[in-house]
Nanobody, 127 residues
Framework: QVQLVESGGGLVQAGSSLRLSCAAS????????MGWFRQAPGKEREFVAV?????????HTDTVKGRFKISRDTAKKNTVYLQMDSLKPEDTAVYYC???????????????????WGQGTQVTVSS
């Protein structure tokens, strides 16, 4: 069992930056593909970014490309980050991290391939 805990959310103005963290207590996350998702009120959960086990490969959804960046802490190996710059009001959502063990390319991961989810952290961007 992997317990994921997100942190770093908050209320910020448009154009600001936040860095979200996802940590696993007592476990290394290097065995897992890691992803970030978000869910706005009244909307379905949507994919934001994914990173491979080694951290070499990443994918970001088109709406955040060039503004958000997913990364791993290669030293601690139990933390994954989502750096969010140039935030917009439409980025407002609860952000979740997820861990997956499926042995397949990250580009083929779907919403149903994730084994563990965190509780989420709220990000609110005011205009």
């Amino acid at each position: 069992q992997v317990q994921l805990v997100e942190s770093g959310g908050g209320l910020v103005q448009a154009g600001s930056s936040l860095r979200l963290s996802c940590a696993a207590s007592g476990r290394t996350l290097s065995d897992y593909v890691m992803g970030w998702f978000r869910q706005a009120p009244g909307k379905e959960r949507e994919f934001v970014a994914v990173i491979s086990r080694t951290g070499v490969a990443t994918l970001h959804t088109d709406t955040v490309k060039g503004r958000f960046k997913i990364s791993r802490d290669t030293a601690k190996k139990n933390t994954v980050y989502l750096q969010m710059d140039s935030l917009k009001p439409e980025d407002t959502a609860v952000y979740y991290c997820a861990a997956g063990k499926e042995p397949k390319p990250i580009s083929t991961y779907t919403l149903y391939d994730w084994n563990y989810w965190g509780q989420g952290t709220q990000v609110t961007v005011s205009s």
